[in-house]
């Protein structure tokens, strides 16, 4: 079974910065690609970045400019760089991954969330 954790969540003032990583352990045999998601009490999730096994990267035009996601294939990781924060940035961060536990076998897998507060 593939579990993902997420760490670096916290309260920011606006425009200041915090880092994000996922790390995925357990059975992996590959992992296609891995997104960030956020949401906020009384809207839906929404998708903020995502990343592919070849490190082609894509953001939520609200991010632009603003947030970068890496990988770490070695250690199967994934991290989301946030500067320039804004407060409606805020809210619970979700790691998710499409990740193969074998040849034929894959799961979507979603963290427990981290939360992020940007407020003065």
């Known amino acids: 079974q593939v579990q993902l954790v997420e760490s670096g969540g916290g309260l920011v003032q606006p425009g200041g910065s915090l880092s994000l990583s996922c790390a995925a352990s357990g059975t992996i045999f590959s992992i296609v690609a891995m997104y960030w998601y956020r949401q906020v009490p009384g809207k839906e999730r929404e998708l903020v970045a995502g990343i592919n096994n070849g490190g082609a990267a894509d953001y939520a035009n609200s991010v632009k400019g603003r947030f970068s996601i890496s990988r770490d294939n070695g250690a199967n990781t994934v991290y989301l760089q946030m500067n320039s924060l804004k407060p409606e940035d805020t809210g619970v961060y979700y790691c998710?991954?499409?990740?193969?536990?074998?040849?034929?076998?894959?799961?979507?897998?979603w963290g427990q969330g981290t939360q992020v507060t940007v407020s003065s």
């Open positions: 998710n991954g499409k990740i193969y536990s074998s040849m034929t076998e894959w799961s979507d897998v």
